[in-house]
């Protein structure tokens, strides 16, 4: 394959469905090798037959990015196979519902161990290699609940928002080793996360909100073009929303 990610390796956590699945098949097509990871195996294995079938190269590296162990031993694994790691999306997210007032602490553990600390995890592991290169890119898969906090969804908000401020510290921390850092916001997309909704009613309404609004080969190509900018130019925080959605932030 001939494209403008020719040698470079990505990995992307989260992609057994959704936006990550999307982004490996995108960044495939681009003519990156990746390494793929989630916790469902037979998925990751799909995924990279189609990116085989394809012309690309793909391994599967199974695991849960939520445990410290498993995603250093993800990002090590992936430098092991391809001798390099050049992008980094971490996409891995949970979407249940629920406030304050009732909330369940180990489902916020849980959530905030899935949406902010995963990314922890995987990035510290990248930085080291990635230093060492001089170059790579740090995307971490956020969302306008990031920025625009809802009390139905306390804690994927919460973990959102965190995952924005670490973000940011991020980039100034690693920006002189040439490594890029960016934060992607979609809006409503839709993707298997909104199974995580308990409330039929309530899940129901944001899958149709969410069928309405964008794909996640849309934010997928937002994220190859980020990581095909020259390599002087970071875009550190990119919100994508449906041309429809007239929302004020």
């Not at 990156?32 to 990751?44: E, F, P, T, Y």
Request: hydrophobic residues 45%; proline residues 4%.
């Amino acid at each position: 394959m001939v494209g403008a990610l020719d040698e470079r390796v990505a990995l992307i956590t989260g992609a057994s469905s959704g936006i990550g699945e999307a982004t490996a098949l995108a960044l495939a097509a681009a003519g990156a090798k990746v390494a793929v990871s989630a916790r469902r195996i037979d998925r990751l294995q799909d995924l990279v037959r189609r990116i085989g079938t394809n012309g690309g190269t793909a391994i599967a590296i199974p695991g849960d990015v939520s445990d410290d162990v498993a995603a250093t031993r993800i990002v090590e694994d992936t430098v092991k196979h391809f001798s390099r790691l050049d992008i980094l999306i971490n996409s891995a997210g949970v979407m249940p519902e629920g406030g304050v007032e009732n909330a369940d602490p180990a489902e916020w553990r849980r959530v905030i161990d899935t949406n902010l600390l995963a990314s922890l995890y995987t990035s510290r592991a990248a930085i080291g290699p990635m230093r060492a290169q001089g170059s790579g890119d740090i995307i971490n898969i956020s969302s306008t609940a990031g920025r625009r906090a809802a009390g139905l969804f306390g804690a994927y908000c919460a973990s959102k928002f965190g995952l924005t401020a670490m973000t940011e510290g991020l980039r100034q921390e690693v920006a002189g080793y040439g490594i890029r850092v960016c934060i992607i916001e979609p809006g409503a997309t839709s993707t298997a996360l909104y199974e995580g909704i308990k409330n039929p009613d309530l899940r129901r309404a944001i899958e149709k909100r969410a069928q309405d609004g964008m794909s996640p080969k849309d934010v997928a190509a937002a994220i190859v073009f980020v990581v095909t900018l020259p390599p002087r130019t970071n875009v550190s925080e990119l919100l994508i929303r449906p041309t429809s959605d007239a929302a004020p932030m």
